[in-house]
Each structure stands twice: as C-alpha cells, then as structure tokens.
C-alpha cells in the first residue's frame, strides 16, 4: 500500500533518503522517524486496514517536496512511463477473458493517465519549469487513483450482496425470519435494512454470538427445525451451494429466488 501511494514520487524520496544520509536535520529526522513509526507499528500490528498507513503520507511529502528538483522529476517520469503502461496492458491482459475484465479495462485508463502526466512532466522539464512538471505528475497520480478506486464499483456484485438483494422478484418482507446459512457479509445485513439469524457460521461473530447465543443457530438439524416451523422464511447461501441437494439433506423445501457471484437467496415455498 505504501509503494502504491508513493509511486509517483519514488524518485524524489529516494534524493531525500539519500540526502538525509549525508547531512541530516533535525526537521528531517523528525520526519523520517514519523514514518518509520507508522510503517513499523502498523506493519507489526496482526490486524490491519490498508487505511492505517494515511498517516505516513504528511511526512512523505514534506520530505519529498523538500528534494524536488528538475533531475529528480525527470528520472521518476522516465522510470514511470515505462512501469505504468507495462503493468496497465499486463494487467488488462491477464484478466480479459475473466470475472475481472471490467475493472481491468478501468486500470488500464488508469496506467494510461499515469504514463500521460509523466509524459507532461518531461515536456515541462525540457522547458525548464520544475513547478509544472512536479504539478503534472501531482495531477496525473491524482487522476489515475481516483479512476483506478471508481472502477472498483465493477467488482461491487462479487464484494456484496446488494445487486442480489435487487434482482429479487419480491421483496422479503420485513416481518419474515431472514437466515445466514453457514455464510455471512455484512453487506447482507446492510442490503436488507434489517438483521439477520446466522446459521453454524462463527468467525469474527464468535465473541458477539457468546453474549447471546440464543439468537444463533449452531447446526443444520436445528436449522431445518426452525426453517419447518416458520410460517415464511428466507435464506442467504453461498452461492456455490447445490440448492436441490441441500433441500433433500435438510429435510425443508427451498426455492432459489435470485443468484449473484457470492450468493444465493432462496425461500420456503
């Protein structure tokens, strides 16, 4: 995450390592130690988020900003070209033919923009205006980022249950047992406005379900029990699961009522 959120300014923060090395202040000590601390106590950390490293990029910056130079730009948009239009058709490549071509083909314009603000960046140096060509680069990075992170909306089906919960005939209505069986997200939830009753699945819920066991359901034969006795009943599965076959093992009438990448939904006749 950090070489990502660094990339286009390796270069520069490379000058600034080295410079540090050489003759070191203690403004830039102060800085390199704020990202040091970050980078360690979060890299150690068992359980982390890619946000938790924001807070090495205020150092960062300051560092690199303060070892701006026109050789410095121009060897990082020489390196960049390159690097982003190879990963970009590699990438767009590699996926065409799978569950990710979509968001591929939004990386693509991503490394394509990249490459073009890099490509500005030079134009500008040869000009001789290091300001222009840092603000290319600046922009060109900004650009690409925010097209890369808005084509992830391609892959929102395989990360949520929402576009299942839409492609229902019906809505489940709101005064119906909703399950979990043996799966959980927590899109689910969220998708349907409305909580639901998880079925064998413990994870990350194990401490939770220990303060109220009574509204979890350990195994599958209590399951069918509770599927049996409701008047209306619906369930979320994973949606590589046999439907007929988990009916017939179960014991309890099921319908599939909408199918998506992650999921499937299904009812009591």
């Given amino acids: ?39 360690v106590f979060f890299s150690a950390s068992g359980s982390k988020l890619p946000p938790y490293i924001l807070p090495i990029f205020p150092a960062l910056a300051v560092l690199t900003a303060r070892a701006l130079s026109a050789g410095s730009i121009k060897l990082q948009a020489l390196v ?79 990360f949520s249950a929402a576009s299942t919960v839409r492609a229902l ?31 064998r699945h413990r994870d990350e819920l194990a401490v939770a379900i220990a303060w109220e066991p009574d509204k979890f359901i350990a195994d599958f034969q209590s399951f069918a029990a509770a599927w049996n006795a409701a008047p209306d009943a619906w369930a979320f599965v994973s949606s590589t699961t046999d439907i007929e076959r988990l009916s017939a093992e179960l014991g309890v009438p099921m319908r599939e009522m909408a199918r998506g990448p992650t999921f499937a939904i299904v009812k009591k006749p």
């Fill in 1 to 39: 995450v950090l070489a990502a959120g660094i990339v286009p300014w390796l270069a520069p923060l490379g000058r600034a390592a080295y410079a540090a090395i050489r003759a070191r202040t203690d403004a830039e000590l102060l800085l390199w130690i704020w990202a040091l601390v970050v980078l």
């Fill in 80 to 158: 960049l070209i390159p690097i982003a239009l190879g990963v970009g058709l590699a990438i767009e490549h590699l996926a065409s033919r799978g569950p990710y071509a979509a968001y591929a083909s939004w990386l693509l314009i991503a490394a394509l923009i990249m490459a073009a603000g890099s490509a500005a960046a030079l134009y500008f140096i040869r000009r001789e205006n290091v300001g222009a060509a840092a603000l290319a680069i600046a922009l060109g990075g900004l650009v690409s980022a925010q097209v890369g992170l808005g084509g992830h909306r391609t892959l929102s089906d395989r």
């Fill in 169 to 199: 005939p019906v809505p489940i209505p709101r005064e119906t047992t909703v399950f979990s069986v043996d799966t959980y997200d927590h899109t689910i939830p969220w998708s349907l406005r409305r909580t639901v009753t998880l079925v």
